[in-house]
């Protein structure tokens, strides 16, 4: 009776330890993309890139001033973007507005960082130091 419980025990613990081994011998699994870089937009675009933009930067400017009231805009230039055509238009806040450079679409907005100096940090605004 010893040998068959002991026989089972032992398989038992086999089964327990072989579990982790063969999830660990298939690699890694394909988790959810958190906190990554990834550049893959999430809207499609209308001019690829390549070709040739239906919209002005004078445009541009404006559909990126129309999406964030208060602003100024920068700079405006035009992007090649994952394989899209979009102007970029840096705004006084330190965001970078993307615009379809074929619709005039507000397409993506990076909010200002800390390297920016622009007083938001991670997309939260945060007040000025006062120095006290």
Known sequence: MRKILLGVTMAALAVALMAPLAAFAQGPTSAPNQ???DQTPTYTCSVKSGGTPTIT???AKAAALAANPGAT?????????????VYGVQLSSGA????DAGNGQVVHTDA???????GVEGGTVQAPETGD
Do not use: F, I, Y
């Open 112 to 118: 200002a960082g800390p390297e920016t100096g622009a």
């Open 73 to 85: 805009a920068a700079s405006v230039g035009l992007d090649d973007e994952n394989g899209c055509l």
């Open 35 to 37: 906190g990554s870089n």
């Open 96 to 99: 970078d507005v993307k615009v």
């Open 57 to 59: 930067a004078d445009q």
